[in-house]
């Protein structure tokens, strides 16, 4: 039995597929071509809906897949002015129509308006929970679901295409808690006019690539070649931001055994420990001391 891989598969998820059926999928092709027993999970929920960058954790990784969840993510979305939906995308009936069409100049000039911290309602058919149950259980109920209004964060909106006056295409760069959907709902309130999604597609997530991703097709491809940890992007690739600290064997040892390090010369703050090119654990230092916050249970190289 070989060993269970750990690192990133950055999945071009398709749209119709839902991110826990992404999960399922890379299982069902680990074991259908004999790979060691894996744990899986995804880096953030991209709607069934949306398509583009689904990273999935397998092994150690997937002590970091929480952490994905609180990075930023770039996403490239359409949005199409005259009609509204109760789903703010192409899923759900028409609820509101508007004649009204704003010129390419006119989106272009509201765009700042929406970028910075801005102030948003989440959509009614979201997997936030009001009193327990999920927003969208209530909203497919018939329920009349009223979500609090939330600080995000756009750091960039930009137009990315505009080639008549019902649709323009733009990118938007954002905060965790975003919702594209709202966005585009506010956009086209702000312009006189109502409008839906009907193409999203998320092109960064975190520190992970459109130019990273695979698709479905291509990682079935691989697998069956037992060529899959040429896919694998390391552990640590979900840890850009974050410096090295290194460790000798001795120091390694107590820190797989949860110990404190003291009497470090680092300035505070988050580490990646490493043995060599094996990372061990995620560190805090904090006045001088290293406490583990994530133990990586990965082989030495020369084992």
């Given amino acids: 039995m070989t060993t269970p891989l750990s690192g990133w598969l950055i999945l071009d998820k398709p749209r119709g597929m839902g991110s826990t059926q992404g999960v399922s999928a890379v299982k069902r092709v680990l074991r259908a071509n004999g790979y060691a027993k894996t744990k899986v999970g995804h880096g ?4 069934p809906l949306a398509e583009g960058v689904l990273p999935i954790a397998l092994g150690e990784a997937t002590k970091l897949a929480g952490r994905m969840l609180d990075s ?11 009609a509204e939906t109760d ?8 609820i509101a129509t508007s004649d009204a069409r704003p010129t390419l100049a006119e989106v272009e000039a509201i765009l700042p308006r929406f970028t910075g911290a801005i102030e ?3 959509p009614a058919y979201s997997a936030l929970k009001v009193g327990g149950q999920r927003a969208y259980d209530l909203a497919r109920a018939g ?8 600080q995000v964060t756009i750091h960039a909106l930009n137009l990315r295409r505009g080639d008549d006056l019902d649709e323009v295409t733009l990118e938007a760069h954002v905060s965790k808690g975003t919702y594209i959907r709202s966005l ?6 702000a312009l006189g006019t109502c409008g839906h999604v009907t193409y999203l597609r998320r092109i960064k997530a975190g520190p992970f690539l459109e130019s990273q991703a ?16 040429h896919l694998l992007l390391p552990l640590e690739a979900g840890l850009d931001d974050i410096p090295a600290l290194t460790l000798d064997q001795t120091s390694a040892q107590a820190v797989r055994q949860g110990r404190v390090l003291s009497g470090m010369p680092q300035s505070s703050g988050l580490y990646l420990a490493k043995l060599g090119s094996v990372p061990v654990a995620l560190m805090e230092i904090s006045d001088g001391t290293a406490t583990v916050v994530r133990g990586f249970n990965l082989p030495d190289v020369a084992e």
Wanted: aromatic letters at 6%.
């Fill in 44 to 47: 953030g929920t991209l709607d």
């Fill in 72 to 82: 930023d993510k770039i996403y490239a979305f359409t949005v199409k002015f005259g």
């Fill in 87 to 94: 789903t703010l995308d192409t899923e759900g009936p028409v």
């Fill in 120 to 122: 948003q309602v989440p």
């Fill in 143 to 150: 329920e009349a679901v009223a979500l609090k209004a939330r």
């Fill in 184 to 189: 585009a709902r506010d956009i086209a309130h």
């Fill in 214 to 229: 695979i698709s479905l097709d291509k990682l079935e491809q691989t697998a069956k070649g037992r060529g899959l940890e």
